[in-house]
C-alpha cells in the first residue's frame, strides 16, 4: 500500500508537472524568434525602425528614399522590402547597419536602437541628435558607432567595455563630459577612438595601453589633465593626438606614433632624445608647453622626414645651437613659432640703504649676446653698457626699482 501510495503520488506529481510545462510551452513559443528571421524577430526590428523614424523627424529627413510614410505602409512593410530603404543594411535576416549621416535627424538619441541587437554598423554623425547615449551592452554584434558633430551631452555611454568587437568609436564634435572609462582597454579590437572637441576631463587611464594596436586616437580639445601615463608607450599606432588639453609634467620616452601630437598644454622639462632618433616619427607637435630643452636631432630638423613644432615653449638658445644644420651660418627657426618670453624681474628697494643687488638673466648657449633693458614709460629700453649675463648694482636706491629684462641674440641663429 505504501509503494502504491507513492506511485500514486508520482503520478500525480508527473501530471502536475506536465500541466505545467503545457502551460509554459506556448508562452517559450510566443518567445522565440520564427525561422529565418535572424537573432530578432522582424516584428521587433520593424517597431524599432518606425520609433527610430518617428523619434528623429523622419519626415524632415534629407533623404528617406523607401521608407515608409504612412500608417498603411508601415503595416505592409517587411524586413525584405526595410533592405531597400535609404541607409539600411539587412544581413542574415537582421538588421545589421543604419547610416544616416548629414541627414538632418533631430531630438534625443534614440534608446530604442540597442533593441537592434544585430547592429554593426551605426553612423548618424553630422545632425542634431541630443542628450545621452544609451546603455551598449545589448549591442554585442556592434562594430562601429560614429555619432560625431552632433549634440551629444553626458558622459560616454556605459558598457563599452563590454563590445569585444568594437573596432571604431567617433564621438568627436558632441558636449561630453567625465572621463575616458578605463574599460576601454578592455576592446582589443579598438582601431579608431576620436573624442576629439568635447568636454571630458580627469586623468587618462592607463588601461587604453592595453589596446595591443591603435592606429588612430583623437583626443585632443578636451580638458584632460595630469600626467600623460608612461603606460603610453606601449601604445602602437600612427596618430596619437592629445592636443589642447591640461595635460603636464614630462613628456613620456618612447612615445611611438608616427604623427604625435602634443600641443598646447602644460608639459615641461627636457624633450626625451628618445624622439630624436626615433625611427618611426614623422611629425611632432609640441608647441605651447612649457619645455626647456631640445635634444640634439639626427637627422636635423629640416633636412629628413622629420617635420618638427615646437614654438610657444620655454626653450633657450642650448637647444637651437645643437640642431643647426650649419654652424656659424644663420638659420631662419621662425617656421617652429615663437619662443614665449619668461616674465620680465623685478627689482625692489634694498631693505639696507646701500646694499648691493644682482639680477641673473643667463640662459643656454655657447655663443649667446646679452643686451639687459629696463621698462621706462611701458616701452623696454636699452641700458647702455649692460651686456653681461648678470645686472649688478653696488647699492640700490629708490630710483633703481622697476623691471627689468635680458634680450639675448646668438651668433648664427635667428629664432
Same mark, same amino acid.
Given at each position: 500500500?505504501?509503494?502504491?501510495?507513492?506511485?500514486?503520488?508520482?503520478?500525480?506529481?508527473?501530471?502536475?508537472?506536465?500541466?505545467?510545462?503545457?502551460?509554459?510551452?506556448?508562452?517559450?513559443?510566443?518567445?522565440?524568434?520564427?525561422?529565418?528571421?535572424?537573432?530578432?524577430?522582424?516584428?521587433?526590428?520593424?517597431?524599432?525602425?518606425?520609433?527610430?523614424?518617428?523619434?528623429?523627424?523622419?519626415?524632415?529627413?534629407?533623404?528617406?528614399?523607401?521608407?515608409?510614410?504612412?500608417?498603411?505602409?508601415?503595416?505592409?512593410?517587411?524586413?525584405?522590402?526595410?533592405?531597400?530603404?535609404?541607409?539600411?543594411?539587412?544581413?542574415?535576416?537582421?538588421?545589421?547597419? =543604419?547610416? %544616416?549621416?548629414? /541627414?538632418? #535627424?533631430? &531630438? +534625443?538619441? $534614440?534608446?530604442? *536602437?540597442?533593441?537592434?541587437?544585430? @547592429?554593426?554598423?551605426?553612423?548618424?554623425?553630422?545632425?542634431?541628435?541630443?542628450?545621452?547615449?544609451?546603455?551598449?551592452?545589448?549591442?554585442?554584434?556592434?562594430?562601429?558607432?560614429?555619432?560625431?558633430?552632433?549634440?551629444?551631452?553626458?558622459?560616454?555611454?556605459?558598457?563599452?567595455?563590454?563590445?569585444?568587437?568594437?573596432?571604431?568609436?567617433?564621438?568627436?564634435?558632441?558636449?561630453?563630459?567625465?572621463?575616458?572609462?578605463?574599460?576601454?582597454?578592455?576592446?582589443?579590437?579598438?582601431?579608431? =577612438?576620436? %573624442?576629439?572637441? /568635447?568636454? #571630458?576631463? &580627469? +586623468?587618462? $587611464?592607463?588601461? *587604453?595601453?592595453?589596446?595591443?594596436? @591603435?592606429?588612430?586616437?583623437?583626443?585632443?580639445?578636451?580638458?584632460?589633465?595630469?600626467?600623460?601615463?608612461?603606460?603610453?608607450?606601449?601604445?602602437?599606432?600612427?596618430?596619437?593626438?592629445?592636443?589642447?588639453?591640461?595635460?603636464?609634467?614630462?613628456?613620456?620616452?618612447?612615445?611611438?606614433?608616427?604623427?604625435?601630437?602634443?600641443?598646447?598644454?602644460?608639459?615641461?622639462?627636457?624633450?626625451?632624445?628618445?624622439?630624436?632618433?626615433?625611427?618611426?616619427?614623422?611629425?611632432?607637435?609640441?608647441?605651447?608647453?612649457?619645455?626647456?630643452?631640445?635634444?640634439?636631432?639626427?637627422?636635423?630638423?629640416?633636412?629628413?622626414?622629420?617635420?618638427?613644432?615646437?614654438?610657444?615653449?620655454?626653450?633657450?638658445?642650448?637647444?637651437?645651437?645643437?640642431?643647426?644644420?650649419?654652424?656659424?651660418?644663420?638659420?631662419?627657426?621662425?617656421?617652429?613659432?615663437?619662443?614665449?618670453?619668461?616674465?620680465?624681474?623685478?627689482?625692489?628697494?634694498?631693505?639696507?640703504?646701500?646694499?648691493?643687488?644682482?639680477?641673473?638673466?643667463?640662459?643656454?648657449?655657447?655663443?649667446?649676446?646679452?643686451?639687459?633693458?629696463?621698462?621706462?614709460?611701458?616701452?623696454?629700453?636699452?641700458?647702455?653698457?649692460?651686456?653681461?649675463?648678470?645686472?649688478?648694482?653696488?647699492?640700490?636706491?629708490?630710483?633703481?626699482?622697476?623691471?627689468?629684462?635680458?634680450?639675448?641674440?646668438?651668433?648664427?641663429?635667428?629664432?
Amino acid at each position: 500500500m505504501r509503494q502504491n501510495s507513492t506511485y500514486a503520488s508520482f503520478r500525480r506529481g508527473l501530471r502536475g508537472l506536465f500541466g505545467l510545462l503545457l502551460l509554459l510551452g506556448p508562452l517559450a513559443c510566443w518567445a522565440q524568434v520564427p525561422p529565418g528571421q535572424g537573432l530578432v524577430a522582424d516584428s521587433t526590428e520593424l517597431r524599432v525602425l518606425r520609433q527610430f523614424y518617428q523619434a528623429t523627424g523622419g519626415e524632415q529627413w534629407t533623404a528617406s528614399t523607401h521608407w515608409p510614410t504612412t500608417p498603411a505602409q508601415w503595416v505592409a512593410a517587411t524586413l525584405a522590402s526595410a533592405a531597400a530603404w535609404q541607409d539600411v543594411s539587412v544581413t542574415g535576416g537582421d538588421v545589421t547597419g =543604419l547610416s %544616416l549621416a548629414a /541627414n538632418h #535627424l533631430r &531630438g +534625443p538619441f $534614440p534608446a530604442c *536602437l540597442t533593441r537592434l541587437t544585430g @547592429l554593426s554598423f551605426l553612423n548618424l554623425s553630422g545632425n542634431q541628435l541630443s542628450g545621452l547615449l544609451p546603455d551598449l551592452r545589448p549591442l554585442q554584434q556592434l562594430q562601429y558607432l560614429i555619432a560625431r558633430d552632433n549634440q551629444l551631452t553626458g558622459p560616454l555611454p556605459t558598457g563599452l567595455g563590454t563590445l569585444a568587437g568594437l573596432n571604431t568609436l567617433d564621438l568627436a564634435d558632441n558636449r561630453l563630459t567625465g572621463r575616458l572609462p578605463g574599460e576601454l582597454g578592455r576592446c582589443q579590437g579598438l582601431r579608431s =577612438l576620436v %573624442l576629439t572637441n /568635447n568636454q #571630458l576631463s &580627469g +586623468p587618462l $587611464p592607463d588601461s *587604453l595601453a592595453l589596446i595591443p594596436y @591603435l592606429p588612430y586616437c583623437y583626443l585632443g580639445n578636451n580638458r584632460f589633465s595630469g600626467p600623460l601615463p608612461t603606460a603610453y608607450t606601449k601604445l602602437l599606432g600612427s596618430f596619437f593626438i592629445v592636443s589642447g588639453n591640461a595635460l603636464s609634467g614630462p613628456i613620456p620616452a618612447g612615445l611611438q606614433a608616427a604623427y604625435l601630437y602634443l600641443s598646447d598644454n602644460h608639459f615641461s622639462g627636457a624633450l626625451p632624445a628618445s624622439y630624436a632618433t626615433s625611427a618611426v616619427l614623422e611629425q611632432l607637435v609640441i608647441q605651447g608647453n612649457d619645455l626647456t630643452q631640445l635634444p640634439a636631432f639626427t637627422p636635423k630638423p629640416g633636412t629628413g622626414r622629420l617635420l618638427l613644432y615646437f614654438g610657444q615653449n620655454l626653450l633657450a638658445f642650448d637647444s637651437f645651437e645643437p640642431n643647426q644644420r650649419t654652424p656659424g651660418v644663420s638659420q631662419d627657426w621662425s617656421g617652429s613659432g615663437l619662443q614665449r618670453q619668461a616674465p620680465a624681474d623685478t627689482l625692489a628697494p634694498a631693505p639696507v640703504t646701500g646694499a648691493g643687488a644682482q639680477l641673473n638673466g643667463r640662459i643656454g648657449g655657447a655663443h649667446n649676446h646679452y643686451q639687459w633693458q629696463r621698462q621706462v614709460g611701458g616701452q623696454w629700453v636699452d641700458m647702455p653698457g649692460q651686456t653681461q649675463p648678470d645686472l649688478r648694482w653696488a647699492a640700490v636706491t629708490a630710483a633703481d626699482a622697476g623691471l627689468y629684462r635680458t634680450a639675448v641674440t646668438n651668433t648664427g641663429c635667428r629664432p
